[in-house]
């Protein structure tokens, strides 16, 4: 996890890298960057009409160049940066979805019983034409959908009844909109009564509606109440402009952050008092200020701080978050590096997607199950504190240069989705690369799919029938626990019998038992423990109760010694199968096991092909290595 952590942090690293390598490149060639001002004297009419309508400004008649160009200037100043986003935001033609409603419970549960958002609605009456042709509607629902406002049509001949209700008996538009400054409250339906159906009239009457529920201020003695004034909202934002009305972007911010942050209007075309303006820090006209418990912030001084709402929409989340867009960021996070495991895990291509999906899965459960209790510690009141003084350590680090840069670059490459995506590939190309080269030595490397999926399936069968018996196939701390057998004994014996593939049986270890020549006649046999001491002429059973080697009381006869030096170490001697309970004969084929107990390879080949794998004698699996354990030195006493 830590390792997928870290190329995450690498990957981030690298746009913004890659980003100022961008604006390096725009610089060498245009010779501008993004935060340079335009003057709005130099720009065409067509030009100054985008800013206008990006930023939410409207007029009426046949506006001159002049005037166009003085509410462009009166509403704030300008940057590359934005110039450039709005001619390209011009160029795209792509057509923005229009929902068309089904009924009354569609329409509430999406309009009425939305308390942050703004709709805009076409009512079509039963047996009327629409308000708004289908050219105009389109028109109207890609002005209005830059500003976060969303479109639908309702056709009476759906559910006329709800029509005869509400009193929709022509066809008409009907705008909702919230009609109280706290957060989730009621919503309050505004119908179209105008005459006139443009394009740019019904757009007038939304800004008017809108910009209704920001407070405006004329007069000097308001403004130093409310500048002051913390108790109700501790952040709020002010305009100080020239204008009639707040830029409908401005107006759809105060929709989206409603019961977050007070947004405030201040007109000062006939201001009675500027000196009230120097005494709080405002120099010039217009100005965006953020007033915080901590200070006072200019928008617009940084890079990335345009007069759009996407750019200030992005500011003033991350200066005022809530627990929904930390969640949201979070889950980013872990899905991000979630889908490293695709280019860490090395093999076949299906074993990286299984990993990838149990990875996904893994970490989105425990990325909501560590949720909850954080949203229940959020619902105390003593937390308050906590809470508020991470805000104000979050608005400190938001205010820099640096978060800034971040900001831009998050708003640069979520405008261009291709790009991200394949920067996140070849970062993770390389990653894979570098793997490869780390885990040269590794085997399962050379796995192709059909074999990585046959062993997944074996170990899947045994999973369903002997659950904790399969994972004993795979390398763990387990095996060097030695409380482990302990554990075993909490077993039934069907753990014991684990459904498993055979394939280990000829990795396990033969040899050839052979005797070694006597070297007189009065020679007596000797026993070998496991340390290798020698006992007398008694029946000796070790510490795994294998019994050693014997010597015949027969009269008359002499046993030879059994060749120890042929055996693998670590193998117990014993000169008796224990399941066919005869003695190994001169040149027979044995065989071990990992617990060091040897058998007849004939014998314990059947033993274990006919599905008990482990040991006759104790019982340990018969393809798992055994933990090191002490074994006795001293042999025991004769009864």
């Not at 100022?20 to 003057?39: H, K, M, N, P, S």
């Not at 166009?68 to 923005?96: C, F, H, I, P």
């Not at 009844?161 to 400054?181: A, D, E, F, N």
Request: proline share 5%; charged share 20%; aromatic share 14%.
């Amino acid at each position: 996890m830590w390792w997928k952590l870290f190329f995450l942090l690498l990957y981030f690293f690298m746009l913004f890298i890659l980003a100022r390598f961008f604006e390096a490149i725009v610089w060498y060639e245009t010779g501008i960057f993004a935060t340079q001002l335009v003057d709005p004297v130099t720009l065409s009419f067509k030009k100054l009409k985008t800013i206008l309508e990006c930023r939410g400004l409207g007029y009426s008649g046949l506006a001159e160049k002049r005037d166009v160009r003085e509410l462009v200037e009166n509403s704030g100043e300008l940057m590359q940066g934005e110039l450039y986003s709005a001619l390209k935001n011009e160029e795209q033609t792509g057509s923005d979805s229009s929902t068309t409603f089904s009924g009354e419970m569609h329409f509430y549960e999406l309009v009425e019983d939305t308390k942050d958002g703004i709709w805009l609605v076409q009512v079509i009456a039963q047996d009327r034409n629409p308000l708004l042709s289908t050219a105009n509607w389109g028109k109207m629902v890609q002005k209005v959908s830059q500003f976060g406002i969303r479109t639908g049509t309702f056709n009476c001949s759906s559910d006329s009844r709800y029509c005869h209700k509400r009193g929709w008996m022509k066809s008409t538009l009907i705008m909702s909109v919230p009609q109280t400054y706290a957060s989730k409250g009621k919503v309050m339906l505004k119908e179209y009564n105008g005459r006139r159906i443009e394009t740019e009239h019904i757009f007038k009457w939304m800004t008017s509606h809108v910009a209704s529920r920001i407070k405006t201020i004329r007069l000097s003695e308001q403004l130093m109440d409310d500048w002051y004034q913390m108790d109700k909202q501790p952040v709020k934002m002010f305009l100080f402009a020239r204008l009639l009305q707040p830029p409908a972007f401005f107006s759809a911010l105060s929709i989206k952050f409603t019961g977050r942050i007070e947004f405030i209007f201040v007109d000062v075309r006939n201001w009675d008092n500027t000196t009230c303006l120097e005494e709080i820090g405002v120099q010039q006209t217009p100005s965006y200020i953020l007033k915080t418990p901590e200070g006072i912030y200019r928008y617009g001084n940084s890079t990335g701080e345009f007069i759009s709402l996407h750019a200030m929409d992005a500011f003033l989340r991350s200066v005022q978050p809530e627990v929904n867009d930390l969640f949201i960021l979070s889950l980013v996070m872990v899905n991000l590096m979630a889908w490293m495991d695709l280019f860490i895990t090395q093999g076949a291509t299906i074993k990286r997607f299984v990993v990838l999906i149990s990875t996904l899965g893994t970490y989105n459960s425990l990325l909501i199950i560590s949720w909850l209790p954080i949203l229940g510690f959020l619902q105390l009141p003593y937390l308050d504190s906590f809470y508020e003084y991470s805000l104000k350590l979050l608005r400190y680090a938001d205010t820099t240069t640096i978060a800034s840069w971040v900001r831009a670059d998050w708003t640069f490459y979520s405008s261009h989705p291709a790009l991200f995506l394949s920067t996140y590939l070849a970062h993770g190309l390389l990653i894979d690369y570098f793997e490869k080269k780390r885990r040269c030595s590794n085997e399962d490397q050379n796995a192709n799919n059909l074999e990585w999926l046959s062993s997944l399936w074996d170990w899947y069968t045994s999973y369903l029938v002997h659950p904790i018996a399969s994972f004993q196939n795979f390398e763990s701390d387990w095996d060097d626990d030695p409380n482990f057998l302990l554990e075993r004994l909490a077993f039934p014996d069907l753990w014991l019998h684990p459904l498993v593939p055979t394939d280990y049986i000829k990795n396990l270890p033969t040899w050839k038992f052979r005797l070694a020549q006597p070297e007189g006649p009065n020679r007596q046999t000797a026993t070998t423990n496991a340390n290798g001491d020698s006992s007398g002429e008694q029946e000796t059973v070790l510490d795994y109760g294998c019994p050693a080697a014997t010597q015949s009381e027969e009269s008359g006869g002499e046993e030879p010694d059994t060749d120890w030096s042929q055996w693998p170490c670590g193998m117990l001697h014993c000169t008796e199968c224990v399941v066919c309970l005869e003695n190994f004969e001169t040149d027979c084929l044995v065989m071990g096991l990992p617990c060091s107990h040897v058998f007849h390879q004939q014998c314990i080949v059947v033993w274990l092909a006919g599905g008990r794998h482990c040991c006759p004698v104790c019982r340990w699996p018969s393809y798992k290595k055994r933990p090191a354990r002490p074994r006795a030195t001293q042999p025991l006493e004769p009864e």
